[in-house]
């Protein structure tokens, strides 16, 4: 089974039992407000029952439960893009607000990162930051992610228009990082 450790938990797939504590955390309109509008909201034990069962027992799965405490507290995953866009995989992630600040997310996506690398076929791995939302942009910088572009007014949430960061790491500057990691 898949599970890195992390300081205060770990990442493992999700699981039959993790509907309770899903709904609870995810269930935060600050949350909501930096994601995409098809996550649901409020987050209801039906979103989380169908979030469960198409994420449970994958060998090589494509999201990761964030655990804390013993109790499924947020969601680190990615979707492998198609036709000229092949080997992109976007990278999205979310974490109960108990949890902010604490370092969480800055530990998990470097093991993601790493993870995507290793075992699936993909060239680069992109992330796309809504404006004003400088937590996700410093756990990407923090983790060698480039910040690419903006791309300005390109997404609406709360009927705002709003800029977009792209942020992304090729295996090529992966590569890199690894080996000046591993020379000291
Ligand atoms: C973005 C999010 C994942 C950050 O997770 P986290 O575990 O709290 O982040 P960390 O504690 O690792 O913080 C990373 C850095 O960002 C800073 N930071 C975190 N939240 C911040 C905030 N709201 N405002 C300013 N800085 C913030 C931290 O101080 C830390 O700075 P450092 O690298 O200089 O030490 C979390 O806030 C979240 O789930 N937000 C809602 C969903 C979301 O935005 N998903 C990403 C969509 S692109």
């Known amino acids: 089974m898949v599970t890195f450790p992390l300081a205060v938990g770990q990442l493992r797939p999700w699981r039959e039992g993790d509907e309770d504590s899903l709904v609870h955390h995810a269930s935060s309109r600050r949350i909501w407000n930096n994601v995409r509008d098809f996550f649901p909201h409020p987050y209801t034990p039906r979103d989380a029952n169908s979030w469960v069962r198409s994420n449970r027992s994958y060998q090589q799965p494509n999201n990761l439960a964030i655990e804390i405490d013993g109790q499924a507290v947020g969601n680190i995953g990615f979707t492998v893009k198609d036709d000229i866009y092949r080997y992109n995989?976007?990278?999205?992630?979310?974490?109960?607000?108990?949890?902010?600040?604490?370092?969480?997310?800055?530990?998990?996506?470097?093991?993601?990162?790493?993870?995507?690398?290793?075992?699936?076929?993909?060239?680069?791995?992109?992330?796309?930051?809504?404006?004003?939302?400088?937590?996700?942009?410093?756990?990407?910088?923090?983790?060698?992610?480039?910040?690419?572009?903006?791309?300005?007014?390109a997404a609406v949430k709360n009927n705002q228009y709003l800029d977009e960061h792209i942020f992304a790491m090729l295996r090529s500057d992966y590569r890199a990082l690894n080996q000046s990691v591993n020379e000291y």
């Open 89 to 153: 995989a976007e990278i999205g992630y979310w974490l109960g607000e108990d949890y902010w600040r604490r370092g969480v997310m800055s530990e998990a996506l470097p093991i993601m990162t790493s993870y995507i690398f290793k075992n699936f076929q993909v060239n680069r791995i992109f992330a796309c930051v809504l404006e004003g939302n400088i937590g996700s942009m410093r756990v990407l910088e923090s983790a060698g992610y480039r910040h690419e572009a903006i791309h300005r007014k």
